[in-house]
């Protein structure tokens, strides 16, 4: 059945394809193109540099008015990441609009990582950190990275 949800990633899937945003991947796991698997590549020259971020993004067929459910599946640790993986980003929330596709929207995750929002935290001690001890939080994020490497 050819929704208007599902035409729309398609076109997602193809854009995405053919014009991939640098450090990022994602698409459809199996044969549901409702819910997808993408990666992202920590930005190089960054306490992110060299990793590989896993995470899924459920879309209903209210998409694009409404954004998907976006998670990370591997262990994270960032001000404005829920220890369940969940983002607290604005345009996940209420900055939505339909003119977001999957790969701005997986550009902006890429973009958070290095650029967070302590003021609205997720996660309070890398919220702390980031903001009074630099050296231990980019320390914990080098940890995080290495754990990427062997995650499944």
């Not at 698997?37 to 209903?60: R, S, Y």
């Amino acid at each position: 059945m050819s929704t208007p949800a599902r035409k729309r990633l398609m076109r997602d899937f193809k854009r995405l394809m053919q014009d991939p945003p640098a450090g990022i991947s994602g698409a459809p796991q199996d044969n549901n193109i409702m819910l997808w698997n993408a990666v992202i590549f920590g930005p190089d020259d960054t306490p992110w540099d060299g990793g590989t971020f896993k995470m899924t993004l459920q879309f209903t067929e209210d998409y694009p008015n409404k954004p998907p459910t976006v998670r990370f599946v591997c262990r994270m640790f960032h001000p404005n990441i829920y220890a369940d993986g969940s983002i607290c980003l604005d345009i996940l929330q209420n900055q939505w609009s339909p003119i977001y596709d999957v790969a701005a929207i997986l550009t902006s995750i890429q973009s958070l990582l290095c650029d967070p929002n302590p003021n609205s935290p997720a996660n309070s001690e890398a919220s702390r950190l980031f903001s009074e001890n630099k050296r231990e939080y980019n320390r914990k994020i080098r940890e995080i990275v290495e754990q990427s490497w062997t995650m499944d």
